[in-house]
Structures are given as structure tokens and as C-alpha cells.
């Protein structure tokens, strides 16, 4: 789904005076991201991690564009050790409806989440909620995917954490201050084949 393949989403959300609302879910595992970094010549950096963890943080964000697509919005939540089940996205849907006062045009992936009866229970049963899907395997139409890909790759990279616990500590200070950096929200959504104007 291109420019054309929006169209009609966009126009209802036009139509509509609503908020496009893009959502998606990451985990962050215990094992750091690395990535190129400086060292003094001849001392090879070294990273000590907690070998062969499964634990992680599981998180679901959502970035907002407002009818008048000047400001980029940005909520998140976080989950230590557990997964993002379909009671999480509707709990989470419920957070954005009380700060999201407008109505709300989600544009998500297919994932069985977010197909859940009590989830499509809950759109049906709110006025002015809609909802669209990305197509399979296309995760680069996902600016919310932008986001995660930043915060794994800068703020996060190359630093292995003690334990999960500090990992969500960590992943959540950075994670609020993207949201206070509205250049950085907006480029996550230029970084999308997407056109919004």
C-alpha cells in the first residue's frame, strides 16, 4: 500500500475530522544492538551481557497525526517480561481514547491482536472509531516501526543491561523523551513511503 493505497483511508479520516492513528508493538530484548562505535586504538570495545536471556520488555506505541497535521503525537506502553496481548491493546486503546477527545482512524498491521473479538468489540461499539490495515509484510509503511528502529539503534545501542528491570527503566526515560521531540516524531513519519501532508 503506496500513496494510492491511503487514499481512501485518508479521505475518511478527512472526512471524518479525525486523528490517524498508527500503532505497533516491539520487544526489547536483553542482548544490546551494536553498532560502530569509537574506542581508544588498539582497545577493542567489549560487552558483557547476560547470556542466553529470554527476558525482555514488550512495548505498543502509538503516533497521532491531528486533523490539522501539525503536531505528531505519541503514546506508549510498556510490559516487563510478558507479552502485548489483545486485553494490553485494548487497555491501551482505552488510554488513547481519553486523551484523544476527536475521533480516531487506526491504521495498523494484521497481527492477531489486534483482529481480537474484544478488540473489534470495542471499535465497533465506540462512534467514531475506524480502522484499516497495513498489508502483509510490509512493516516499512509502519512509521510507528521508524520509532522502534531509533530507539534500538541510538539510545539503546550497544549497552547491555544488568536485568529486564533495567531495561524497562531505561527503555521508558528514552522512550518519554522522544515524545517531547517533535522533528524526530515527525521524521518517523517521513520515513514511510507514505505521503502526509
Given at each position: ?171 521508558r526515560y528514552h522512550t518519554r523523551g522522544i515524545r517531547k521531540r517533535s522533528n524526530l ?13
Open positions: 500500500m503506496g500513496q494510492d493505497g491511503l487514499a481512501a483511508p485518508k479521505k475518511k479520516a478527512f472526512d471524518l475530522n479525525a486523528h490517524i492513528v498508527f500503532i505497533d508493538e516491539s520487544g526489547l530484548m536483553m542482548a544490546p544492538v551494536c553498532r560502530r562505535t569509537w574506542a581508544p586504538k588498539g582497545k577493542t570495545p567489549i560487552l558483557k551481557q547476560v547470556g542466553r536471556s529470554h527476558k525482555k520488555v514488550s512495548v505498543i506505541a502509538a503516533l497521532a497525526v491531528p486533523p490539522k497535521r501539525r503536531r505528531v503525537g505519541m503514546f506508549f506502553s510498556m510490559h516487563t517480561d510478558t507479552n502485548i496481548t489483545a486485553a494490553r491493546v485494548l487497555r491501551f486503546l482505552r488510554h488513547l481514547r481519553r486523551h484523544i477527545r476527536k475521533p480516531i482512524f487506526l491504521v495498523w498491521d494484521r497481527s492477531n491482536t489486534h483482529r481480537a473479538k474484544i478488540v473489534n468489540r470495542f471499535l465497533e461499539d465506540h462512534g467514531g472509531w475506524s480502522a484499516a490495515f497495513f498489508p502483509a509484510y510490509a512493516p516499512e509503511l509502519n512509521p510507528v516501526e521508524a520509532l522502534w528502529a531509533w530507539l534500538k539503534t541510538n539510545p539503546l545501542a550497544n549497552w547491555a543491561p544488568p536485568n529486564v528491570r533495567t531495561l524497562g527503566t531505561v527503555a516524531l515527525r521524521s518517523f513519519l517521513t520515513a514511510t513511503p507514505l505521503f502526509l501532508p
